[in-house]
């Protein structure tokens, strides 16, 4: 593999992966559950979408809580504290208040009394945002260790009898460690290579939620046009994959793991085989706990570095795409 130099950034500090960590509420919905809700089969949700299960907070239970409980899971893998964070950022859409921002609150259950911390919202992309804007923090070298987190409370967005929508979600919440190491600036560095972010706001009523403080004063419930989402994300996401390859010099057969947004099998398949990415590669979660949004990328990634096939030195494409439409990639060296 060529190990060209890639663009240059300042001491060419690179955004290293030292932990990461996930959470998901214990009560969960089958599919069989599913069938006493609404009016669908455990058959058509398991072969349209790959989806067997999801979970659901259990009341009083927010979005802050479990991306506390994965914080302290990948604080605990990075072998870190708390006081050696300098900044928490949570992607998520489901946020515990309109403000103050949830990472604040994880700040707090964490016993963090310096550095910053803000929220971040991307819908689905969400975690894959936050992943960029860290290591812009990091390879600035204003910072030198970042907690990022996917969390998400999706089941309080559902419109419970609405089949199409209800089958596919779940919460969650999943984090990782970054910091800051120096690397000589090639694709052989260990860390954050590429990261490339896009949106689209004309898509907004593809995949939305219909309400809001300065809409309707109401949280509202999500609505998708699922057909036109799924036709939309496959060329979405190959876009930013194509880019990622670009600006690296890497191919498809360089990845060792594609771990992409846990969505809908079919979306991840098609990602996948349009990319040339063998399935062998991919790391799929979306049947333990559906559609977690900004959540289901670190979840994937903590199933993978769990059961040993995420090792260190591994090439890790991550890509995403949600409401806005947002989408993004990354390629990480593990």
Known sequence: ?????????????????????????????????????????????????????????????????????????????????????????????????????TATQVQAALG??????????????????????????????????????????????????????????????????????PGEGTIADRGVLTTHLRSDGRHRQKLFVDGGPSTTGTVGHLRMAGREVFRHAVGMVADVMDDAFTATGLTANDLNWFVPHQAN????????EKMGIAQEKIIKTVSLHGNTSAASIPLALSVGVADGRIKKGDLVMIEAMGGGFTWGSAVIRW
Request: charged share 25%.
């Open 265 to 272: 099998e079919r979306i991840i398949d098609a990602s996948a």
């Open 112 to 181: 963090m009394t310096r550095g910053a911390a803000f929220d971040l919202q991307a819908v689905c992309s969400g975690f894959v945002y936050a992943v960029a804007v860290a290591d812009k923090f990091l390879t600035s070298g204003t910072h030198e260790r970042v907690l990022v987190i996917g969390a998400e409370t999706f089941s309080r967005l559902l419109d419970w009898s609405d089949r199409t929508t209800c089958v596919l979600f779940g919460d969650g919440a999943g984090a990782m460690v970054l910091a800051r190491q």
């Open 1 to 101: 593999m060529d190990t060209a130099r890639i663009t240059s950034r300042r001491e060419n500090w690179r955004s290293v992966v030292e932990g990461v960590g996930a959470y998901l509420p214990e009560k969960t919905l089958t599919n069989a559950d599913m069938e006493k809700l609404v009016d669908t089969t455990r058959e058509w949700i398991e072969q349209r979408t790959g989806i067997r299960e999801r979970h659901v907070a259990a009341e009083g239970e927010t979005t802050s809580m479990l991306a506390t409980r994965a914080a302290i899971a990948a604080l605990k893998a990075a072998g870190r504290t708390a006081d050696e964070i300098d900044l928490v950022i949570v992607a998520t859409s489901t946020p515990d208040y309109t403000f103050p921002a």
